[in-house]
């Protein structure tokens, strides 16, 4: 669908040189004018669809205040909504008004007065808001149905769902087996429930632990009898369609747990054989938190800036480091979501696949059968890829390939176990990587830890902090202790311990010229971390004490994920 032109956003809210500006950087980007504006903020997307909206002579409506229950189904044309990305909203008279971001398109409006035999009408609206509002009209009811709306008499309801990615068909359980089935699957919806992001089924000599991971915390919250684990091992085993006759080897499979006809829910399952029998862990997929969008992640305004930056650019090497459970995935495939287009070719090499995205060529990394890092990437490197990710930069083969790409016009996402920035550059080194290729292909490494987010309805503040000359050893700078005010957890019935979730705290070091020097002269990790500090880049202490000040966590939390740093 063509976009209004420039003019259109633009009269009355950017002199002609911005505009200039504006149209050059969109089109480095790769991106229509609507979508770089928003996607930048040059100004605000309600902003922007008034300007529209006045210079078209429509309404504007903000779809947030608006009953979608309202709109007659007869009025809903799913492939023509799919294919315009507009939507149906009401009938007044003979006057049909669809929702849209571009009323400068005719082609809406004549298939819609053709299928419906109506005139028609726009409206303006925000796109964010508008695609959902298609997304939820097409699903249906049963797709809002949350989690809570179960009870234990749909738990036998739940089924398996079939995994294109896996050979073995699931097997039926017997009969004898179902209040273990039942038994599971309560398991399962409670930890969704709860928000919990691994599940661990644990069995020892006289007992059977079962333990959610909620906000990178483990929590027991089941002991079921051990004579049961043989049981529920293989039940699990069998969900992932795994072999239950194998149990003197650890084994790797997936869930995909069909909800509703609408809802599911992918969870990672390992398994390992420990002395009183096979311990499984499950870890909770969710995909979702890909489209959560780089303001839910936690970067401070300029750290998101320089996200940003760097996907822009049409080569170059973006690293995200730290230890595992960080978020690390997150944030690379919200980079990938952001960078997701038609006009892109995509690939991606991961181990294991987390996350399904569309419009993303996803490979799935098999030692077994002899596909490893190092090879995915040349034959990526032969299918005209524009972005590559790499799941983990393990071994100095492909390191080397992965330089080699961003050196090449290709745009290289990927990961390392590091425990700050400055140490990832070093840790290139001690691979083998050259430093001038370090130097030329890096072009920004982020770390990041994920620290529990403060309950906002029980927390409060700090009746006596700790002393200035404790705070300023712990990072604090002479200014950030004027009008100090810190929070703690107290704990209801909403939140955990006085938690409710997590923020990312990060870490976002771009290579400059002078970082690049250093880089060439082999400098070690001190030298580097105290080059960014020189360029006033925070450190992971740094950032954490900034959502500490800001009331997003405690000062406790930001110490224990930042430790050593």
Not at 304 to 312: D, F, G, I, S, T
Request: hydrophobic share 40%; with cysteine; net charge negative.
């Amino acid at each position: 669908m063509a976009a209004p032109d420039l003019r259109l956003y633009t009269n009355g809210l950017l002199n002609l040189h911005q505009q200039d500006d504006l149209k050059k950087q969109s089109f480095k980007s790769h991106l229509e004018v609507q979508q770089y504006i928003a996607k930048n903020n040059w100004f605000t997307e309600q902003e922007m669809l008034t300007e529209i909206a006045q210079r078209f002579h429509v309404p504007y409506l903000d779809l947030s205040f608006f009953d979608l229950a309202c709109i007659p189904d007869d009025l809903l044309k799913e492939r023509l909504s799919d294919k315009h990305k507009v939507l149906p909203l009401f009938l007044r008279g003979r006057t049909l008004f669809l929702a849209t971001t571009n009323p400068a398109s005719m082609s809406a409006a004549e298939d819609f007065q053709f299928s419906s035999g109506f005139n028609v009408e726009y409206v303006c609206v925000e796109a964010s808001k508008l695609q959902k509002a298609i997304d939820l009209k097409h699903e249906g009811d049963e797709a809002h149905l949350t989690l809570s709306d179960f009870d234990d008499s749909s738990l036998d309801n739940i089924e398996v769902a079939e995994d294109a990615t896996q050979d073995k068909e699931p097997d039926t359980p017997d009969k004898d087996d179902a209040p273990i089935v039942v038994y599971i699957n309560r398991i399962l919806l409670d930890a969704i429930k709860r928000g919990a992001s691994d599940l661990h089924f644990e069995p020892y000599e006289h007992s059977y632990r079962i333990r959610f991971r909620i906000d990178g915390i483990l929590h027991e919250v089941a002991s079921p009898p051990v004579n049961l684990s043989t049981r529920m091992a293989a039940r699990l085993k069998v969900m992932s369609r795994l072999d239950i006759a194998e149990k003197r080897k650890p084994q790797d499979g997936r869930i995909k747990l069909k909800i509703t006809t609408k809802k599911s829910i992918d969870f990672r399952v390992s398994t390992l054989p420990t002395l009183w029998g096979e311990k499984i862990v499950m870890r909770i997929l969710d995909s979702s938190s890909a489209m959560l969008g780089i303001d839910a992640l936690g970067y401070e305004p300029h750290q998101k800036q320089l996200y940003l930056n760097a996907l822009a650019k049409p080569q170059g090497m973006i690293l995200v480091t730290g230890p595992t459970g960080s978020g690390k995935t997150v944030s690379l495939y919200t980079g990938l979501n952001i960078l997701n287009t038609a006009e892109r070719n995509i690939s991606t090499a991961e181990d294991p696949v987390e996350i399904n995205l569309e419009g993303i060529n996803q490979v799935q990394i098999n030692p077994k059968a002899g596909l490893d890092f190092s090879g995915a990437l040349r034959s990526f490197l032969r299918q005209d890829p524009d972005i590559v990710m790499v799941g983990e930069i393990r071994d100095l083969d492909t390191a080397e390939i992965a330089i080699k790409a961003a050196q090449t016009g290709h745009l290289v996402l990927s990961t390392l176990h590091t425990n700050s920035a400055a140490e990832t550059l070093t840790r290139l080194l001690n691979m083998g990587v050259p430093s001038f290729n370090i130097a030329s292909s890096v072009s920004l490494i982020i770390a990041q830890r994920l620290a529990r987010r403060l309950c906002n309805q029980c927390k409060k503040p700090v009746e006596a902090p700790p002393p200035d000359n404790e705070l300023l050893e712990f990072g604090f700078t002479p200014d950030q202790l004027n009008n100090l005010t810190l929070y703690e957890p107290v704990g209801c019935e909403l939140c955990s311990g006085g938690f409710k979730g997590r923020i990312g705290i990060y870490e976002v070091m771009p290579i400059s010229s002078e970082m690049a020097n250093l880089i060439m002269q082999e400098g070690n990790a001190l030298q580097i971390a105290k080059q960014a500090q020189t360029e006033k880049i925070n450190n992971l202490r740094q950032s954490g004490i900034i959502k500490a000040l800001a009331g997003t966590t405690s000062l406790g939390e930001v110490s224990r994920v930042t430790s050593g740093n």
